[in-house]
């Protein structure tokens, strides 16, 4: 099955840096990779996903990149915010999960 | 548009007691999905349904482990009996088809406490 591994685990930037997190992923057929973000005790939201006929997709001060070579997609943040503070997931093919990232914007 | 709906929040029980969580996904949506949530780490699909059929079990335990999703729209999952291990967030999502690219929305789960 697929296995996703997710890093850093924990990420602390200071108020306006850029935040970046890497995901890799090994089932070579995956083609959908979605970025959720949990704040403490609430549900996951879906922040923004790639679909893997492209490499790139931003939103915002919210990018994703997608390297289908190498088989690892990044989650990068601009210009961060304390309301940024939260856990991040990537998933990968067959729902599976990252294990997270804890990011803390310093103010 | 409402969102997925879940009950009860939260729930304690004694080990080796049963317990039961339930799922009213999105109005329209033909894929459910639960997940188990262990503090720290990121959600594990345990069992996907399309309609009312199952797509994928593979990782619910079944010996404990039990979900039905009688008439295609809400679901239930029961636990019985409860170990001290199964002590996490037990989320439900949906999706419109239940395609691989398909956006999933999640509930806001149900906090298990096994004590």
């Known amino acids: 099955g697929e296995n996703v591994e997710q890093h850093p685990s924990t990420l602390s930037v200071q108020e306006g840096d850029s935040a970046v997190i890497k995901c890799t992923y090994s089932?070579?057929?995956?083609?959908?990779f979605p970025w959720y973000k949990q704040e403490l005790g609430k549900r996951p939201q879906l922040i923004i996903d790639?679909?893997?006929?492209?490499g790139e997709k931003k939103d915002q001060r919210i990018a994703v990149t997608l390297n289908k070579t190498a088989k690892h997609f990044s989650l990068h943040i601009t210009e961060t915010q304390p309301e940024d503070s939260a856990v991040y997931f990537c998933?990968?093919?067959?729902?599976?999960f990252g294990s997270g990232t804890q990011l803390t914007v310093l103010p | 548009e409402a969102g997925v709906a879940q009950s009860p929040r939260y729930k304690i029980i004694e080990k080796r007691q049963s317990v039961a969580f339930w799922c009213n996904p999105i109005?329209?949506?033909?894929?459910l999905y639960w997940y188990q949530q262990i503090l720290g780490q990121g959600p594990k699909l345990l069992i996907q349904f399309q309609n009312n059929g199952v797509v994928d079990d593979s990782q619910l335990p079944k010996d404990r482990f039990s979900a039905e999703r009688l008439k295609g729209v809400d679901s239930t999952l029961k636990i019985q009996p409860a170990k001290l291990e199964d002590s996490a967030v037990y989320l439900c999502?949906?999706?419109?088809?239940?395609?691989?690219?398909?956006?999933?929305?999640f509930g806001p789960g149900t906090r298990l406490t096994v004590l």
């Open positions: 999502a949906s999706s419109l088809l239940g395609t691989t690219t398909d956006t999933q929305y």
């Open positions: 790639i679909r893997s006929n492209v």
């Open positions: 089932d070579s057929a995956s083609n959908y």
């Open positions: 109005s329209g949506h033909a894929t």
């Open positions: 998933a990968g093919h067959q729902l599976t």
